[in-house]
């Protein structure tokens, strides 16, 4: 065996989960880019991060590290899906005023070539196409530095009022 380690360490998640309910959807994303806010736990564990968004806009940057790998040698399609479904997910709640939630209710991925570690940094890009009063769309890719395609996807998310409003 040639056994590798990972330290992960996080922030409270209800740090973010208080300052959420004050703040717009675009103001809270902009604070956790910014480190106002800290990036979720699952953004720790899983090695991404948010870098970029604007009203209808959102992208997370990740290197696929070893990690990621799942038996047959490549990472697990499962970091592409959760990198999907936060920058199509963020892009929507870019649009949301404070007091708004939402959350996945249906999502089409589409893997079109592997990572590896090799791939080196991605991007992944979630742009919003329709927002309604209960429900929004958007759409997402996942791309290398050189723009090469990994995966595609869409989704639906359901909008709501947040706790405690």
């Not at 998640?13 to 208080?18: F, Q």
């Not at 963020?90 to 570690?117: D, F, H, M, Q």
């Amino acid at each position: 065996m040639n056994q590798r380690s990972l330290t992960l360490s996080w922030d409270d998640p209800a740090i973010a989960r208080r300052e959420g309910s004050r703040l717009s959807g675009l103001e809270f994303l902009q604070a956790m880019i910014d480190g106002r806010i800290p990036r979720t736990p699952m953004a720790a564990l899983l090695g991404f991060q948010l870098v970029e968004v604007r009203e209808g806009f959102a992208a997370f940057q990740c290197r696929p590290a070893e990690q990621h790998y799942n038996p047959i040698g490549v990472v697990h399609g499962g970091l592409a899906c959760t990198l999907l479904d936060s920058a199509m997910g963020c892009s929507v709640y870019t649009t949301l005023p404070a007091g708004v939630g939402y959350t996945t209710l249906e999502l089409k991925v589409n893997l079109v070539r592997a990572l590896t570690v090799d791939t080196g940094m991605t991007r992944c890009e979630g742009r919003i196409l329709h927002r309604g009063a209960r429900t929004a769309t958007a759409e997402g890719r996942l791309l290398d530095e050189a723009g090469k395609l990994y995966a595609h996807a869409t989704t639906t998310c359901i909008l709501f009022p947040a706790a405690g409003n």
